[in-house]
């Protein structure tokens, strides 16, 4: 697969002819966490990506390959600790393997990602997960048994940049926050486009002390087109 260089500045991509019309009708949730200056760098198709409405029960498919999953001993053994909380991260090193994932709309405010990764062994990881416009950022991700993280938002080099902001679990109502010896560490997840319709996903995962945990490389492109 061919894949674009990216320049080193990030410049305004000229506006799509049908922008205008589909950002005035979309959800402009993901774009309000970010500044004018910032949203404009992006590529047209991430912006029109990250502004789909998905009301009334729609929901989008994305289908795709993991490229390639590395881990360190450490992070292996944190993916199988966290299996209990809905096994939020990979649990093994496949790579070329096939992927499917599929948005819509909480009713609680957000959007449910459905992630479904193959394995060459057992049966597909399936990775449920909530994104919620709440929070001192702006935006959380919530995964099994009230556990979450607040992530903030950045455009860089021309993608759009999901980092972790703190980790939390909401008990009884009451959100408490994780000391940080008790968190897996520094999360990054970056979106990039690709040429043909293709975009990429990157999940980095650093530890303070034990270094690069996991990273998790995968290309998809919108089903049926």
Known sequence: MRTPGIASEPRPYPPHRDDARDEALGDLRFRALLSEQDWATLPPAIRRRFSRRLAGGATIVY??????????????????????????????????????????????????????????????????????????????????????MALTVHAVDAALVFRSAGYFVQLLGRRIPLPRWLTPGALTVTHGELPDGWFSFTLDLIHPRFGALIRQAAVFREAGT
């Open 63 to 148: 289908a795709g390959i993991v490229v390639a999953t590395r881990m360190s001993r450490a992070g292996w053994w944190l993916a199988q600790a966290v299996r209990p909380i809905g096994a939020p991260l990979p649990i093994s090193r496949d790579g070329n393997v096939a992927s499917v994932v599929a948005v819509t709309e909480d009713f609680r405010g957000g959007q449910i990602w459905t992630r479904l990764y193959a394995r060459r062994a057992g049966f597909p990881q399936i990775i449920h997960s909530a994104k919620r416009f709440a929070g001192p950022t702006g935006l959380e991700e919530h995964v099994g048994f009230g556990v979450g």
